[in-house]
């Protein structure tokens, strides 16, 4: 089965080449896309032998996942992975996170933190919250909802079309699951936590504007 792992990617000069080079290892094909950088992302995730495409704009990480979903169909895969591009996740975690879907036990498999991570207080109370609303709108009982750790069967990454283009795109991407009916399956996965990403995107004002682009997007179809 022909595994592609997406890596959306927004000034990641410093971290993208080696995280590339670690997924490749347990993947058919690794995926860059470029989110607009200002930076030598695109260079650095070329150099170390991805498949780069961009985004003329910075739009935000949903659309980034999206587009990269694209490219992995097109290119022929049977599990497409999502990663992020900032050096948290464990890449040999990768074939326990493709398992189900590559054994036909699931559509979809999510990683979950709680089990194996140690999580800073701040961060595991707004995720806490985040994880309840999130089994409220979508009705998936889950243990950690906004993971960028996970694997779709071909046939699941077609049924869901990312259509939030930032951070709440990982609610949407529930939601759907729960729409199309899709068979899911949450494994423990690690999370390494380092002060710059501790504070990129994690501020009350983030997850505040999370909830509002939900909201929104839920009140205008």
């Not at 080696?18 to 200002?38: A, F």
């Not at 795109?169 to 399956?185: D, V």
């Amino acid at each position: 089965m022909k595994t592609i792992a997406i890596i959306p990617a927004y000034n990641e000069e410093r971290t993208i080449a080696d995280v590339v080079m670690e997924v490749q290892k347990y993947v058919s094909e690794v995926v860059v896309v470029d989110d607009g950088s200002v930076d030598h992302t695109i260079e650095h995730a070329k150099r170390a032998g991805a498949v780069v495409c961009s985004h003329f704009l910075n739009r935000g990480q949903g659309a980034a996942l999206e587009t990269g979903k694209r490219v992995a169909l097109l290119r022929g895969a049977d599990v497409v992975v999502t990663y992020d591009a900032d050096g948290q996740f464990v890449a040999e975690e990768i074939a326990h996170v493709i398992q189900p879907v590559r054994e036909g036990r699931a559509d979809v498999v999510l990683g979950a933190r709680f089990l194996k991570s140690e999580i800073p207080p701040i961060k595991k109370f707004f995720l806490r919250g985040a994880t309840i609303f999130t089994r409220m709108t979508s009705g998936l009982k889950l243990s950690d909802t906004h993971n960028g750790f996970r694997a779709f069967s071909r046939e699941a990454a077609k049924k869901i079309t990312i259509e939030q283009n930032r951070m709440a795109h990982a609610s949407e991407i529930l939601e759907k699951i729960g729409r199309h009916s899709l068979r899911y399956e949450e494994v423990p996965v690690t999370v390494k936590y380092f002060s710059p990403q501790i504070r990129r995107g994690q501020r009350l004002p983030d997850y505040l504007k999370i909830l509002f682009d939900l909201f929104l997007g839920k009140n205008i179809k």
